[in-house]
Structure formats: structure tokens, C-alpha cells
């Protein structure tokens, strides 16, 4: 059976020793080929099945790491397709440039599940096992569709509507005019449209700018520090930073007053935001700054509540403490390295919300208590089997890749008016990348189109 | 008025005959059932409710336009009749969109109507296993067989009894149908003809789900009456190109009859506005869901206040009739407002109205109960086509009429039934839109539903499906072998064309500068030279000495072929990944409850559309990509 060329990254995405870019399909051979380079400079293609290459990869002339290749040519493979699996050194950017590498040079990224599924229909798994497959291709579709809306910036999501209404509103003016020629005209259209879609593709560029710096998703757990002030967020942050030394962006914060850094702690992404001291205050400025750490709050998927366990509980912990309820909070009872006044007990009486809480003393300034406040968060998110960060770069990836997609359509419609080709040929292209843009909100096509042309548009007898 | 009554008019009546298949209902979609049938070898019988009514159009006097001239060669190029009928009754015909590129391009020809009607008439007369009768089928006799309903044959008001094996109904705008002009309503089907009052009852005792459309026509205005010099005059083409790929272009070179051109104002507006009271749709007495790209003259003034004028086209219906049709300003509103309306229009200001303009509801069915075959799901042997599906317009219900009357007589020989896939026909798309999506208004066929157009052009109908109707059987050995030449002629010349070089000679380069073309640098391959937007395989003839004497049709194909090969060549791609899922076929039995992992609203949508094949599954709204996936998973354990 004849299909397309799936890529993904096998091994779990983390900063580990070795990571696996697997390539799959009829073309997985050809594809590979073009972007490995063997240290003894034979094609794979030549290659004989199920042997190890050496070599370097790829991105036209720029080497992005060394690698292994391991060649299995259909059916002795996974899926029973030509495979190429590519070991490369560890390290999430590493693996996300190989794989994006990849898929630019003929493989396209693979559904979640797609593997299996295709060992299965290939019959390399079991019958007995179909159940298992079933569910698993449906569990991780479920996972991906639901972290892909979730993790999508409210502004990206609005930036691409506002392109695919731009998109719909010409084709269907395009449309109506084929349907209705007598009712609408054509007539200078092509300059027109020249112009809207060099605006389209600028905002199309300017998404996939941010993409470059992962801006286009909330990669990550949005992760809020609180406590009132000099509890030691601060230090809590510098501490957190100088952990792993693996800041990957910093996302510079809406004011000055909240500051947020994306760090990853073996593997684990968090975006984290560190907030003004929650107090009351009569100062304006400073009351700016305590409402933008009430609204952090409310956004976050984690809270870290810091107090200082070297002092009394006041008012303005109870008042943190009360806007806590329901959330996932980890109390940080810091500053373990002078005389402990504040402790678990003395927490957990003030409020009932405060049962759930987990608790962990640390030194923010001696740097202690750090891998326990890491293991903590691991079992708080990933207790499931489900690896979020690999699907939250994944969803990243396919974003940009539909980005591409729709841009490279646009260029098609100003080659197609350059060309002089009727009309008819360029919402062929439109479509195409309205569909795409379409898969990054997760909306199916359905009839949009007609919809808009009987909306927009007054056409009939 | 839509009270239970007497399905039969007398129980005494004993009269019974036999037949293979029973057709109900005789426009544009029974027609082409009936002579189906007939033709494939099946005893016949077709009911009317007025033999005057044969292939009658109520509505618009054109057949065709844009993308419903695809669905007139489609109809031919598979044994249809609707493209002959209307190449011998056409008074003036256009090739529409010219200008744009050939997978739009679309013909429409004004007909006689009188003349378009008595023709098909006559075609079906002359039948030799089709019998038509005028009668109002009442109801409809099915009896259970393996837990499933079966259809055994219809009663008539009459109180006689049809047996066949198949029925196929093509009930039009007819059940239960009334119509609306302002505060005037009359219980009658269009043109003021007897409705068909009984049916609706037995379906729904049989279970059939009901939906209730609605649709409209302008008036008709006495040409005697209209000042055409206000108008723009509107004249057919020069070279006219039939609709049947049987009739010789040579034959139909006839004089043609004008449209003309003219527009509302200002003025008519402010009428209509004042009088939307008046209006039933607005007053709310219309029950039905009109179709929104066919709007009444009120939808438009209401919905696009913007626009200060809409154009409107003023049609002759005929060359026996004083009649002319009032293209765009169909409309319900009151006699006097109508008149008033139609007068404000230049070269209308002393129109007389021959006929009011009106509305019309009417009972069709829910056609999600219907599979791609358009034989209903829950009663075997039973068929339908046409408005009664939910679509509208004369072409539309024409295909299906052919597609049901193809289907009913396969299951009766007991043979496949036929199914065009959306990469290989426009009727493809519009059966599977039907059958598949959701339906909220009547359907009209339009070119941006057909996502592989550049394929299905209304040019290559022939190359697509005579093969097709060959193998049904409608389509003659010696039509199917011009068809084969033919396409083994256009390869060729495009393997030619591929190998002759252009050198940059003199001559060359005179001539490409005399066409606006940039001279050539070094030679290059006619093929190239084709590509070229100012250029075509017609005009360079002048170049290319060793040219073979071919006719026009396989010209145009090869123009055609090399000009857009790069689109071409990507639809056929994207058309081979659409039909692996399209192959992979769910047999009628397939039971989602033994899928473990299909999502509760998958399951439920797949239960109610049990589509034919995994493709078609893809496309129901809320059946996922994973869904699509367990499916085939599951498929393929079970295999």
C-alpha cells in the first residue's frame, strides 16, 4: 500500500541522552537522503536494509548535529514502511530542528497515533491488539486536540481568524462572481486582490515570527509566584533560573510589574510568571501592580505560594490564601535557614482549601529544596502517562507547519495573477490555505464558503 | 387544509396490474427515471397528474448556467435525455463565464417551454416499455421482508393497484403544495395545477421524515406591454455549442430570440419596504425554508439595503406565448403591490402581468434517509430523485431522476448499483452534499461545491463518463467507441505537440510579437509555447506546420490538457489520496456498536448516515479524524 511520508520524534522530549527522529513511508528513504550526510558520503538510498550510518544532518548548509542513521526497509520495520530512524544528541531544540528539518524536506508530521496505526493496518500487530490501537489513537487525538485549543495565545487565535475571514470574504466574492457572472463582475478584481493578500501574507509572516520564539503557544505550565512582599519570590525566581541555566525565551511581561520566564527543569516547561507582593496599599502604582498579580493568578495552572516560615502569618497571606481555592498550589515555606516560626500545621489551620495543598520548605537563597519542588511539580501534571510538553511542541510545530502551508498558498494566487491565469484558479489556492489556517483552531471547513457567498454576496434569479 | 383524508376515493375499484418499476411523478427527475428504465429493458409506468405537465418548468425558462450546464452533460455523457431535449427547443444559448478558465465555463440556453415540454413528451411516448398514465398516486404498499420494509407497489386516489419491485418517486413541488401571493392562498401545485394531497401521510406511516421547502417564481409580463428600447438588449452567441455530445453543432445554428436587461430603482424598493406587511414571508405565514441564493425581490431590498438597484433579466418563455419572465424579482407579495412593484422598472411602466408572481411550499424529505444509490435506507425497492430530495432546479433534479431510475433498475436485475464519487462527476457531489451534510434549504448545485472542478469540467463529460453509461447500458456501443478515438486522438496530439521544437526564426519571432508574446531566446517545445496566457494550441497552428487535421473537441481538449497540466496534474493527486478512503467500502449491516472506541457523537451521526464507504464517513460533521481512524483499525481486525 502506497501512502505519505509521516515523521515524529520517538523518544520522550526531554533534555536525556539521546533523542530519535523516526521517518516513515514510501518516501522515508529519499527524504532522509536529503538532509544526511554520511561520513563515508554513500546515499541511503544505496544502502542496504538494516544497518547504522554515521553522519551529520542537515538545514541546507548549516550542520545541525551528528547523528546515527538506522535504515529498515519495508515490511522488516515498526510499520512495515521503508523507516529511517535518526539518533541524534539529546536536547529538545536539537530534536525539534532536526524534525522540522524533516518535514520542510517531504515528510509531513505524523497524527497522534499514526505509527501504530499504520503497523497495525500493515498487520505488524497483532489482531488481538486492535482494541488497545483503537483507543490509544483516540485517547492521544483527544489529548492533542485539547492541549492544541488550550495552548493557543488568545491573541494567535485571534490574529488567525481575523486572516481566514479576510480569506473566506475573497473567496466567496470570487465565488459568487463564477456562480452569478451576470450579477457580479470580475472586472479589475486581480490588482485588488494583489493587494489583500500582501497584506494577509504580512500577518501570516508576522505569526510565524513569533513561532520562531514558540510566542504562539502558552508552551508550557503557566506557572504564577505569589506571596506577600520580601517572602523571597524573587530569589525563588533567580533560584529557579540558575537551576538548570535553561531559560529558552524570555517572555518579556505585559508591565514591569510581572516579569515572566519560560524555564524547563529536566524537560519539564514552565512559564512563570513573578508577581508584586499581594498587599493592601494605598500607593497607585504599586495597586497596578497587585491587581496584575490577582489576574496572573487567576490565569495560572500552578501557584507557587511563598511564605516566610521565619515570620508570623499576617492578613495579606490569608487574603492570598483565600483566592487559592480549587487551584493547584504548592506552599513554598522559604527562608528554611533561619529559625522556622511559620510551619505546615500553622498553614493548614487557616484554611480548609489549605488540606489540598502540598508543602515543601526550601531556601531560596540557599538554593535547597529545588529538586524536590521539581519532583513535586512532575507528580502534580504528569501522574497520567501523558507527557504534556511533547504534545505542546508538537501542537507548535503544526501550527507553524499550517502557517507555512497557508503562505506558500498565497504565493501560488500571486504567481496564478502574475500569470495571467483566470480568476476560477485562484480560489483554489485560498482555499487551501484558508483550510490550513483552519486546522490551527481546530474548525473544520463545512460550509463556510456557501454561507458567506449567500451572506456577502446578492446573487441568484 | 392538511387534515387526514380517504387515501382512496373508492374500495370498490378492482383494477391491479404488474409492473418492474412504477415512477411517480413526471418533471424533469421522472422523465429521466422512467426513460431509464425503460430503456434498460424494465416494464414501466409513469404517473402524471396532468399528462400536460410532462417535463413541464414552472420556474425559469432556461436550461443550464453555471455549474448546472455540468449536470446537463453529465446527464448526456450518460445516456440522459435532458441535453438532446433542450438542443431541439432552445431559442437562445450562451456559454457562460467565457472569460475564465475552461472548468468554469458553462452553458445555458433559453428554451421554449412549450416546445421543451412536448418534446419530452414525445421522447417518452415513443418508449416502447414505458406507459404513462394520469393519476394521483395516494399510497404507497410495502410489506416487511427479513425485518426490513419492502416496497411492492402504489395505489392510486383512483383506488387501483400498481405491483411492481421498485418505485421511484419524483413528486416535485406537488405534495401537499400551496401557494402564496400576498394574502391570497390556494392549495394547488405550480401553475395552478391539481396538488398531490395523500402521499405525505402514507410516507410518514412507513416512517419517512418529512421536511417543508419553499420556494418562489416572478411574474410573467406580456411582451406586448414592455418598452424594450429602455432596456439593454441581451443577444445569444454566435457559434452556439449543444449540450448533447450526440447532436452536430452544424444542425443547431439557428436565429435566436433576445433576453433583455434592466433594473430596479430606488422607487421599486420603497414599495416593497412599505408593503412588507403584505408579504406572507414576513408576516410570517410561510411555514417552509426558502433557499437563500434564489431570494424573492423582498429577501433582497431587506437583507442588502445597501444596494440602490438589482438587476433583472427579462426572458421570453416561449415562441407560441406572449409571456415574459421576470429573472430576478420572484416574489409573494400581494397582486396589486406586484404590479405596482414591476412598474416602477424601466420599460416596465405599462407591463400587464399575465401571470402573479408567487410562492410555493411544499413537502420533501429529510434526504440523510436516503443512501448515495438514493434508495432509502428502511425501505428496500423504494427510490427517489428531485425536489423531493431537497434540491432545486431543473438540472438538479434531472441527475438524480437518471441516477434513481439507473439504481431501481439494478436492483430489479439484480445488478450493482451506481454511485458517482465526488472526483467523478458534479452529480457525485451534489448525491453525496445531499445524502451527507445537513439540509436546511433546498440545494443548488454551484461550482465552489465541487473541490476537484478543474477535472470536472463541463467540457470533458464525455472522456469522464460515457464509459460509464456504456456499461450501464444507455449508452450506445458506437457512441462509447467515438468516445475512446477520441481520447486516443488527444493523446497522441499532446505527445506530439510535446516534440516539436520551436526554433527562434524569424518567422517565430514575428509571430509571437504579432500575438503580444515575448520572442524566444532559444528554441523551445511547442508545449511550452501553449502555456503561455496569450498563446493556445488554436493560434499556433500558424507555427506548427506538421499539425494533423483535428476536430475541434479533441483541439480543445488538448489546449485544454497542456495549458493547465500543473493544476491539473495537483487535483489528481489530492483525487488519488480522496480515493483510497472512497474504495474502502462499510457494507449496509456494519454495526458501530461493536466499535469500542468510537466517540458517542460519532457513533450516533454513523447510525443515522450508515454511509457507504469510509470516505463518506469522513465527511459527516462530527465524525473525527480519529474516529475515521479507529474505523479502519477496526475494519481491518475484522477482515
Redesign the interface.
Known amino acids: 500500500m502506497k501512502t505519505?511520508t509521516i515523521a515524529a520524534i520517538a523518544s520522550a522530549m526531554t533534555n536525556a541522552g539521546i533523542g530519535v527522529i523516526r521517518i516513515s513511508g514510501e518516501h522515508a528513504i529519499e527524504t532522509a537522503d536529503r538532509i544526511f550526510k554520511g561520513k563515508d558520503k554513500k546515499i541511503l538510498a544505496e544502502a542496504e536494509s538494516h544497518t547504522i550510518h554515521y553522519g551529520a544532518v542537515f538545514d541546507g548548509a548549516e550542520k545541525i548535529d551528528e547523528v546515527i542513521v538506522l535504515l529498515m526497509r519495508g515490511p522488516r520495520s515498526y510499520t512495515r514502511e521503508d523507516t529511517v530512524e535518526i539518533d541524534c544528541h539529546g536536547g529538545v531544540y536539537v530534536m525539534k530542528r532536526i524534525l522540522e528539518t524533516v518535514i520542510r524536506n517531504g515528510a509531513r508530521l505524523a497524527?497522534?497515533?499514526?505509527f501504530t496505526?499504520r503497523a497495525?493496518?500493515n498487520g505488524r500487530i497483532d489482531?488481538s491488539q486492535?482494541?488497545s490501537?483503537?483507543?490509544l489513537?483516540?485517547s492521544?487525538?483527544?489529548f492533542a486536540r485539547k492541549s492544541s485549543l488550550n495552548q493557543l495565545s488568545g491573541a494567535v487565535s485571534s490574529a488567525v481568524k481575523n486572516i481566514r475571514a479576510g480569506l473566506l470574504y475573497e473567496?466567496a466574492f470570487i465565488?459568487s462572481a463564477?456562480?452569478?457572472?451576470?450579477?457580479i463582475s470580475?472586472e479589475g478584481y486581480p490588482q485588488k486582490l494583489k493587494n489583500k493578500i500582501a497584506l494577509l501574507s504580512e500577518e501570516i509572516d508576522s505569526l510565524l515570527c513569533g513561532s520562531e520564539n514558540g510566542r504562539l503557544l502558552k508552551e508550557g505550565i503557566s506557572t504564577v509566584i505569589v506571596g506577600r512582599p520580601n517572602v523571597g519570590k524573587s530569589s525563588l525566581l533567580n533560584a529557579l533560573l540558575n537551576e538548570e541555566r535553561a531559560i529558552v525565551t524570555d517572555i518579556a511581561g505585559t508591565t514591569r510589574d510581572v516579569l515572566e520566564e519560560q524555564i524547563q527543569l529536566n524537560g519539564i516547561c514552565l512559564n512563570i510568571t513573578d508577581t508584586a507582593g499581594i498587599h493592601d496599599t494605598d500607593d497607585v502604582v504599586e495597586r497596578i501592580g497587585v491587581e496584575k498579580a490577582r489576574t496572573c493568578l487567576r490565569k495560572a495552572d500552578l501557584v507557587l505560594f511563598v511564605v516566610n516560615a521565619s515570620e508570623k502569618l499576617n492578613e495579606n497571606d490569608d487574603e492570598i490564601l483565600k483566592s487559592l481555592e480549587r487551584r493547584h498550589v504548592i506552599v513554598l515555606l522559604n527562608k528554611s535557614d533561619l529559625d522556622t516560626v511559620t510551619t505546615i500545621e500553622d498553614l493548614k489551620e487557616r484554611t480548609k482549601e489549605s488540606q489540598t495543598f502540598r508543602y515543601l520548605s526550601i531556601s531560596a537563597k540557599e538554593r535547597s529544596g529545588m529538586s524536590e519542588l521539581e519532583e513535586m511539580i512532575r507528580e502534580l501534571f504528569f501522574s497520567g502517562q501523558i507527557d504534556l510538553n511533547d504534545e505542546v511542541f508538537i501542537t507548535n510545530l503544526r501550527h507553524k507547519a499550517a502557517l507555512q502551508e497557508a503562505k506558500q498558498s498565497l504565493q501560488f494566487v500571486l504567481q496564478s495573477i502574475e500569470?495571467?491565469?483566470?480568476?476560477?484558479?485562484y480560489?483554489?489556492d485560498l482555499m487551501n490555505a484558508y483550510e490550513e489556517l483552519g486546522k490551527i483552531l481546530g474548525e473544520?471547513v463545512?460550509?463556510d464558503?456557501?454561507n458567506e457567498?449567500?451572506r456577502k454576496f446578492?446573487?441568484?434569479? | 387544509m392538511f387534515e387526514k383524508k380517504e387515501r382512496c376515493s373508492t374500495d370498490k375499484n378492482r383494477l391491479e396490474e404488474h409492473y418492474d418499476i412504477v415512477v411517480v411523478g413526471a418533471g424533469h427527475a421522472g422523465c429521466e427515471a422512467a426513460l431509464a428504465c425503460a430503456r434498460l429493458g424494465l416494464k414501466t409506468i409513469i404517473f402524471t397528474i396532468s399528462i400536460d405537465s410532462i417535463a413541464m418548468m414552472p420556474?425559469?425558462p432556461n436550461i443550464g448556467g453555471?455549474?448546472k450546464g455540468h449536470l446537463v452533460r453529465e446527464i448526456d455523457a450518460l445516456g440522459g435525455e435532458m441535453g438532446k431535449n433542450i438542443d431541439k427547443t432552445f431559442i437562445q444559448s450562451k456559454m457562460?463565464?467565457k472569460?475564465?478558465?475552461p472548468?468554469?465555463h458553462s452553458l445555458r440556453a433559453q428554451a421554449d417551454k412549450a416546445d421543451y415540454s412536448m418534446e419530452m413528451r414525445r421522447t417518452l411516448q415513443s418508449e416502447r416499455n414505458l406507459t404513462i398514465r394520469q393519476a394521483e398516486v395516494s399510497e404507497l404498499i410495502t410489506e416487511e421482508e427479513n425485518e426490513k420494509k419492502k416496497v411492492t407497489g402504489v395505489r392510486t386516489y383512483s383506488g387501483a393497484t400498481y405491483h411492481c419491485k421498485a418505485v421511484i418517486l419524483c413528486t416535485g413541488t406537488y405534495l401537499r403544495a400551496r401557494c402564496l401571493t400576498g394574502e391570497m392562498i390556494t392549495y394547488t401545485g405550480p401553475n395552478g395545477l391539481m396538488a398531490a394531497t395523500y402521499l405525505t401521510d402514507s410516507l410518514e406511516e412507513n416512517g419517512v421524515e418529512i421536511f417543508r421547502f419553499k420556494t418562489g417564481t416572478p411574474a410573467r409580463i406580456d411582451k406586448n406591454s414592455i418598452d424594450f428600447s429602455k432596456m439593454q438588449e441581451q443577444k445569444g452567441d454566435e457559434k452556439i455549442v449543444p449540450f448533447s455530445f450526440s447532436t452536430n453543432p452544424e444542425e443547431i445554428q439557428i436565429d435566436q430570440v433576445s433576453c433583455w436587461l434592466t433594473y430596479t430603482n430606488e422607487k421599486t424598493h420603497e414599495i416593497i419596504r412599505n408593503h412588507l406587511d403584505r408579504s406572507p414571508l414576513y408576516a410570517g405565514v410561510i411555514e417552509g425554508t426558502g433557499?437563500?441564493?434564489?431570494?424573492s425581490i423582498e429577501d433582497?431590498v431587506v437583507?442588502?439595503a445597501d444596494?440602490d438597484r438589482?438587476?433583472i433579466?427579462i426572458e421570453p418563455e416561449g415562441l407560441h406565448t406572449n409571456e415574459m419572465y421576470v429573472?430576478?424579482m420572484?416574489s409573494s407579495l400581494p397582486e396589486d403591490v406586484q404590479q405596482e412593484m414591476y412598474r416602477t422598472l424601466p420599460g416596465l411602466e405599462h407591463a400587464v402581468i399575465v401571470r402573479n408572481a408567487y410562492a410555493i411550499e411544499y413537502d420533501c424529505i429529510n434526504p440523510n434517509q436516503l443512501y448515495a444509490t438514493l434508495e432509502f435506507k428502511k425501505i428496500k425497492g423504494l427510490f427517489s430523485g428531485g425536489q423531493f430530495n431537497g434540491s432545486s432546479g431543473y438540472e438538479e433534479a434531472a441527475c438524480q431522476g437518471l441516477l434513481a431510475g439507473i439504481n431501481a433498475a439494478m436492483s430489479v436485475l439484480g445488478k450493482e448499483q451506481v454511485v458517482l464519487d465526488r472526483s467523478e462527476a458534479y452529480i457525485g457531489v451534489l448525491i453525496d452534499d445531499l445524502v451527507t451534510?445537513e439540509t436546511h434549504e433546498p440545494y443548488r448545485m454551484?461550482?465552489?461545491?465541487a473541490e476537484y472542478?478543474?477535472l470536472l469540467r463541463q467540457d470533458n463529460a464525455d472522456i469522464r463518463l460515457t464509459k460509464k453509461g456504456y456499461e450501464i447500458g444507455l449508452v450506445s456501443k458506437e457512441r462509447y467507441d467515438y468516445v475512446c478515438e477520441k481520447e486516443r486522438l488527444i493523446e497522441e496530439e499532446i505527445e506530439r505537440v510535446s516534440k516539436v521544437r520551436i526554433g527562434a526564426g524569424k518567422e517565430v519571432q514575428e509571430f509571437l510579437e504579432s500575438m503580444g508574446s515575448i520572442p524566444l531566446n532559444t528554441g523551445t517545445s511547442l508545449t511550452e509555447l501553449i502555456r503561455r496566457?496569450?498563446l493556445s494550441y488554436e493560434v499556433l497552428s500558424a507555427i506548427d506546420k506538421e499539425r494533423p487535421n483535428l476536430s475541434y473537441d479533441v483541439a480543445e481538449q488538448v489546449n485544454i490538457r497542456i495549458k493547465?497540466d500543473g493544476?491539473i496534474t495537483r487535483?489528481k493527486k489530492q483525487v488519488e489520496?480522496f480515493k483510497k478512503l472512497e474504495n474502502k467500502k462499510i457494507s449496509e449491516e456494519f454495526n458501530y456498536d461493536d466499535?469500542?472506541?468510537l466517540?458517542m457523537e460519532a457513533r450516533q451521526k454513523l447510525k443515522l448516515y450508515r454511509p457507504l464507504s469510509i470516505g463518506q464517513a469522513s465527511r459527516i460533521?462530527g465524525v473525527?479524524?480519529?474516529?475515521i481512524?479507529?474505523l479502519?483499525?477496526?475494519m481491518?481486525?475484522k477482515k
Open positions: 505519505d497524527e497522534p497515533g499514526e496505526k497495525f493496518l489482531l486492535a482494541e490501537v483503537m483507543d489513537i483516540q492521544k487525538n483527544e473567496i465565488e463564477l456562480d452569478d457572472p451576470e450579477h470580475l500569470d495571467g491565469m483566470p480568476e476560477d484558479f480560489s483554489v473544520a463545512e460550509d464558503l456557501v457567498i449567500f446578492c446573487t441568484g434569479k | 420556474c425559469n453555471s455549474s457562460l463565464n472569460s475564465k478558465g472548468a468554469v433557499p437563500r441564493y434564489c431570494p433582497k437583507r442588502f444596494k438589482h438587476q433579466f429573472g430576478g420572484s451534510k454551484m461550482t465552489s461545491r472542478r478543474l496566457p496569450e493547465y493544476y487535483q489520496h466499535v469500542p472506541s466517540r460533521s473525527s479524524p480519529a474516529d481512524s479507529v479502519l483499525v477496526y481491518e481486525q
